[in-house]
């Protein structure tokens, strides 16, 4: 399909970016559209890591305040995966590993690249690099995020029968979660093969 951009501004710029961008579009019926602006966020590479024990069927998780999710529901301290902004590095699985040192203390003995996915394609550039971390849940977490950066954050180890449940009543609602939960539903009879020996 093709794309036309006429113009694009830049109207703010903090940690993240905002563009508008006047643009048209080859329509399916193969007509070019009128001219649109519409708004992208710039956010860049993010990775995100479903830290998994196949041997006991736990899952690493961490829970902090998110600005989005009060905003909207007053309901800001959100139960994620382990993730971070890749802030223009390349190298996304050491990223992914630096994030969970960083945010939990494990240190995944296995690292594979499940898949790359849009978060918001509508919206925002934000591409996140979905990772599976092996680990082993009876190590206690040992790290709560960057002091510098004012992050404060819990580790949970739960049961995977346990967090689709807490899926299931609402109380888990992030994307990265609700999607590598079930990536990992369909996965784990594969990994306890592989991993739980």
């Known amino acids: ?6 113009d694009t501004k830049e109207v703010y710029r903090g940690f993240f970016r905002l563009f508008k961008v006047l643009l048209r579009y080859r329509r399916y019926d193969g ?3 009128r001219e649109v602006t519409l708004e992208a966020l710039e956010r860049g590479e993010g990775v995100a890591v479903i830290l998994y024990d196949p041997l006991r069927d736990h899952v690493g998780l961490v829970e902090q305040f998110r600005i989005g999710a009060h905003l909207r529901e007053k309901k800001g301290w959100v139960i994620e995966l382990a993730a971070g902004s890749c802030q223009g590095r390349d190298d996304v699985k050491e990223v992914a590993l630096k994030e969970v040192r960083e945010e939990t203390g494990w240190c995944p003995s296995v690292m594979e690249h499940v898949r790359t996915f849009y978060i918001s394609p509508s919206g925002t550039t934000e591409r996140i690099h979905l990772f599976l971390g092996i680990f082993d849940s009876l190590i206690p977490p040992s790290a709560t995020g960057v002091h510098e950066e004012e992050e404060d954050i819990r580790t949970l180890c739960l049961p995977f029968s346990q967090v689709m449940a807490m899926m299931d009543a609402g109380e888990i609602n992030a ?3 609700i999607l590598g939960m079930h990536w ?3 996965h784990r ?3 306890q093969q592989r991993f739980a020996k």
Request: proline share 6%; glycine share 0%.
């Open 189 to 191: 009879p594969e990994l």
């Open 1 to 6: 399909m093709d794309v036309e951009i006429i």
């Open 184 to 186: 990992l539903e369909i």
């Open 31 to 33: 007509r070019m559209s």
């Open 175 to 177: 994307a990265s979660v």
